[in-house]
């Protein structure tokens, strides 16, 4: 198991042990990883739901690497969203919270009532 699945592994095996389970996961990570052994550590009943982007996501608002924009495309307002934004940048990570505070079509998709 690589060092960047066992972060996703533990949010994951958290909700799944409430008895949460994700229709979809998408997993972004900047370091450039082996693939072969990063998809080794999946678990066979996540490999369908997990999208592995292997670049750094993007604070830039019209970048295909912005997570919002994921996040408008395939989540709809009544979805259970979780964020885990663990960036290590905070010039990135702020700008992409303030985003998310600023943007209703965001907020809607990634909050709960």
Do not use: C
Not at 30 to 48: E, L
Not at 77 to 97: H, Q, S
């Amino acid at each position: 198991m690589t060092k960047e699945w066992v972060s996703l592994d533990w949010l994951l095996t958290r909700y799944k042990s409430r008895g949460v389970t994700f229709t979809n996961v998408l997993a972004f990570e900047f370091m450039a990883v082996n693939h072969q052994d990063w998809w080794d550590g999946v678990p066979a009943d996540m490999f369908s739901t997990i999208t592995f982007y292997n670049v750094g996501v993007s604070a830039e608002p019209d970048s295909k690497y912005n997570p919002w924009n994921l996040l408008r495309a395939l989540a709809e307002p009544d979805d259970f969203v979780v964020i885990k934004l663990d960036i290590d940048t905070p010039a990135i990570e702020n700008t992409l919270i303030d985003q998310l505070l600023a943007d209703k079509q965001v907020r809607l998709r990634a909050t709960t009532a």
